[in-house]
């Protein structure tokens, strides 16, 4: 039987905090940096982009709002997977999960410290600002110990605090597309030449132009959802996604309108390009609020993902999926998973060491992100076509009444196309990051599954060659090392990857939850 809420009492979330908690993790680092990488990429069609993943996006949204208000569980995106497709699925759906929310904290931090470094030179190298010096490299650990501090004091403290971060992250970007509208120029963007020949470059920036990482954390309200009032899921995760995508199509086109051609956009080598254009445009008072927005902004999302990893974590240790088991412990009055934390803490302080860029890890978090939102598309189809009287208890009628038979292959297959455009080194080194912490998992948590294990294993050869064959798509595809097929073939050949996988996916996990019942 699911477990439809948490048996730990009332509700601690409020509706403000539930949007908050959206809003907030939407809000950080991405709308002061994307929009500089997009436009190097899709040139004067950078907006574009930003429409294409907010709409892939909101395809997937409304499937997981639609399970999140039958399925209110916290830790959503580990439990779902879990329950419909098996362990092994769970495995690996929960280790994209983790390697997505734990490389926030570091890059989150990172671009705080770009932020300062406009004032504090010594923290960054001669690179403009672009990398850090050892003593940023100190200083964005320092910001990660001050996210995980909050987090130690709890889940209230936290969604206090990033409630008045949330007014702050929605005001300045706001504020900044009506105050650039002085120097904008649309011949600069719907005139202007310079953009790509195809759109091959548009939808490689989707993911490679941070993007897709600019809207990760939308999800916070369903990532919580069994600490909340269902009926607030769906208002506070689709306003979270909705009202932070108009203001980024905004911004970016006026970012493009704003700048003079092409040819200066490269020269933007500010962490910051907002504040230099600030500059430009003759609004040096307002260089002040850009720069505490500078450090504002990923600050709080580095908070609230800190908060939605502990709690994924904890629940992936009490579906089993990871060892030790320590993960699930809750301490304290205050109900705080300190050990899940330390975890997120230190694998967090590992990625600084490694990556140390903002840029290496968006594009390659993002494409995860894409697969583990658009699981959901599977997982619901799944438990509607699998549901019984009794599975949770309570329900008297089936309450997928809802059956998205178009939207939830659109979502999975829309995600598959977006991370194939990525290109097969990113798409390579997201692969790799995801299948190394899972096979971790997999091998420390493998003695703890009781009964058919075997069941769990075949079940998920399905997932595993999906991502094969869309791994050799992307090395014969037309931006491939070999390239076989040539553009559009490559894309109508992914597609329909997708809608295959999503098909095969959806039966795989029927036949499980039969198996599993029986």
Not at 82 to 104: E, F, H
Not at 135 to 141: F, I, N, Q, V, Y
Not at 355 to 375: D, H, M, N
Request: aromatic content about 12%; glycine content about 10%.
């Amino acid at each position: 039987m699911d477990r439809s809420a948490e048996q730990d009492g009332k509700p601690r979330i409020s509706r403000r905090g539930l949007i908050s908690l959206a809003m907030s993790g939407v809000i950080g680092s991405g709308w002061l940096l994307a929009a500089q990488a997009t436009a190097n990429l899709a040139g004067v069609w950078a907006w574009v982009p930003w429409v294409i993943g907010a709409c892939a996006l909101w395809c997937m949204a409304l499937v997981m709002v639609a399970l999140a208000t039958r399925r209110p569980q916290t830790g959503a995106l580990v439990r779902w997977p879990l329950d419909s497709s098996g362990r092994t699925v769970g495995t690996i759906i929960g280790a994209g999960l983790v390697v997505t929310y734990a490389a926030n904290m570091p890059t989150e931090a990172v671009a705080v410290v770009r932020g300062l470094c406009i004032q504090v030179h010594s923290l960054c190298t001669a690179k403009a600002g672009l990398a850090l010096a050892p003593s940023g490299l100190w200083a964005a650990a320092g910001v990660m110990v001050a996210v995980f501090l909050v987090n130690w004091l709890g889940l209230t403290v936290v969604t206090k605090v990033n409630m008045v971060f949330t007014m702050v992250k929605f005001v300045i970007p706001a504020v900044t597309a009506m105050l650039f509208l002085w120097g904008f120029r649309w011949h600069t963007v719907f005139v202007t030449a310079g953009g790509p020949k195809s759109s091959e470059p548009v939808l490689t920036a989707v993911t490679l132009g941070g993007v897709i990482y600019a809207f990760t954390g939308f999800q916070g309200p369903i990532d919580h959802a069994g600490e909340a009032d269902k009926a607030h899921l769906r208002r506070a995760t689709l306003l979270g996604l909705g009202i932070p995508a108009l203001i980024f199509i905004a911004l970016q086109i006026i970012f493009l309108g704003t700048v003079q051609g092409g040819a200066s956009w490269g020269d933007l080598k500010s962490a910051t390009p907002y504040v230099e254009l600030s500059r430009a445009l003759g609004l040096g008072w307002w260089y002040w609020a850009l720069f505490v927005d500078g450090m504002a902004s990923p600050f709080a999302t580095a908070l609230v993902f800190t908060s939605f990893i502990a709690v994924e974590l904890r629940t992936a240790a009490e579906g089993r999926l990871i060892a030790p088991k320590a993960l699930a412990k809750i301490s304290g009055s205050r109900q705080v998973p300190q050990i899940a934390l330390i975890a997120n803490f230190g694998l967090g302080m590992v990625m600084l060491l490694l990556l140390q860029s903002w840029e290496k890890i968006v594009a390659a978090t993002g494409i995860i992100a894409l697969f583990v939102y658009s699981y959901t598309s599977v997982s619901y189809t799944a438990f509607r076509l699998t549901w019984q009287p009794g599975d949770v208890e309570g329900e008297t009628g089936n309450p997928f009444t809802k059956r998205y038979v178009v939207l939830a292959p659109l979502s999975f297959t829309g995600a598959t196309l977006l991370s194939y455009t990525a290109g097969w080194k990113t798409l390579g080194t997201a692969l790799a990051f995801m299948f190394a912490v899972a096979l971790i998992a997999y091998i420390g948590a493998s003695a703890m599954v009781e009964v058919h294990p075997g069941r769990h294993r075949v079940r998920a050869l399905w997932l595993i060659g999906y991502f094969a064959a869309l791994y050799v798509l992307s090395l014969i595809g037309s931006s491939g090392p070999k390239p076989l097929i040539h553009y559009p073939w490559d894309i109508a050949l992914t597609a329909a990857l997708g809608v295959g996988a999503f098909y095969v996916g959806v039966y795989q996990s029927r036949l499980f939850r039969e198996e599993r019942g029986s």
